[in-house]
């Protein structure tokens, strides 16, 4: 299938590219990029303008600072590179304000916040576009803007806030932090103007917000700030309410479950029903670097970088019966080139990998630097279905929350909840968020908001790490500021 980012050429990047290349964003001069006083004019340069937008968060930048500050600073990943000063860091919760993925993930997104907040500026004043489409592409942009907010306070707590452009770098180096509390708040009213202005369904392409992108959004941020670092209880409603208009209107929507759980990682199948809003890349470039990090190394032309394996001790936390456990865990490559089976044992790191990030969506695996043209979920139905649960049973007990988890427990092979008290059913929610979502760039933000993220960490090096129990603290609930930019702003 032909993706809308095709359509993504050298010049839309220029019109972009205000932070090229620099891990502070505060500390690099602007670049040249074709006369933005300019842009846009057309609707064609608007939609430039969000697909360049959007690029941020298919930089491997991003990509490889995700997988280490969300994935390997929890239990679900290890870092298998040993002898990375940086990466260990991260595994055993030693890191400092200059670790490198720390720096790269707070500088993605602000620049993906800067160029939203120029399209925000600009698109209203384009003289060749109709209002209502002027107002899709604001919308965009302010959804954009809010889900980098949003990864942003659960990775750091209180952040700088921007909603202008920043033009001249020099007058952003005092800029105070914002409370985590008021962003969500800014990210609240981006994403009611976003569910009110999206389409839909754009005319063309899949890789663009939708009305039902912004409301899933909307409901995990309300779940979020019912969550520990806000304790809002109100919000546990305002999120069930907002999943349920998702699910009630998922036919108009064009969503719908998967029925099979481990084809929503194929290749040839990241155009599925059940996404909702996703990160692809541009055909046959093969630019998803998690298809080769998270491979094993030692098998053959299936070889990867194995940088984040999983291990068997999370690996247990799932049934047997679970579908989603050999969906999710690699534990033996059949492969076709080498006419060879290779077990666990077999693995350069003899433990399980994830088998999310396993097709390479053609035969030989070893073209193309190894890297896949698979798609980055960001929001899948699943997700919405999981938010409805656990804010309806939060809210209202779990008499009508059952219906939205089994869904996911019936395509998993595994027998309905019922009868469970709302205790129970809390705990019962919070595997089920595990099982479904391990591996998708989340799971530390569900213990930290769950306030179980230092008990599960204790436990976890209790049996990999004894001699480092003392690393878990309170503390490392979010990360430092870059230490570039603390050297800049000294607000930071």
Known sequence: ????????????????????????????????????????????????????????????????????????STDAIVNGTAGNVMREAIEYMTWESNNEFIGKAWAQFYKCINAS??????????????????????????YMRAMSYFYLVRLFNDVIYMDEPVADFTSANNLEKTAAVEIYKKIVEDLEYAETYLPVKWDTGTERPTRAAAKSLLAWVYITMAGDQVKDSSM???????????????TAYGIELETNFADLWLVANRFNKESIFAINFVDGLGDNQATVEYRPLNVGTETGWAMLPSSFYFMDKFDDNDKR?????????????????????????PVPHSAKWFDAGRADFSQRNRRTDAYIPIIRYAYVLLIYAEAENEANGPANAYGAVN?????????????????????????????????????????VRWGTYVSTMKDFFQVHYPDKVGNVTDSKLYFPYPLDDMLINPNL
């Open 236 to 250: 546990w409603a305002k999120a069930a309410a907002k999943a349920k208009e998702v699910i009630d209107n998922k």
């Open 407 to 447: 869904l996911l427990r019936e395509r998993a092979g595994m027998p309905p909840l019922s009868g469970l008290s709302k205790d129970q059913f809390r705990e019962a929610i919070q595997k089920e968020w595990t099982y479904e979502t391990t591996h998708e760039r989340l799971y530390r933000f569900n213990l």
């Open 117 to 142: 907040n120029i399209m925000i500026q600009k698109v209203p004043l384009a003289s060749g576009v109709p209002e209502e489409k002027k107002e899709i592409y604001v919308a965009a942009a302010r």
């Open 325 to 349: 456990k050999k969906g999710t865990f690699l534990t033996e490559i059949v492969s076709e080139i080498d006419n060879k089976t290779y077990t666990v044992e077999d693995f350069g790191h």
């Open 1 to 72: 299938m032909k993706t809308y980012i095709n359509q993504i050429t050298i010049t839309l990047v220029a019109v972009l590219v205000l932070f090229t290349g620099c891990e502070s964003f505060l500390s690099e001069t602007p670049k040249d990029f074709l006369s933005p006083e300019n842009l846009p004019n057309t609707e064609e340069e608007c939609n430039m303008l969000l697909l360049g937008t959007m690029t941020y968060w298919r930089s491997n930048d991003y990509e490889r600072a995700a997988d280490f500050l969300v994935e390997c």
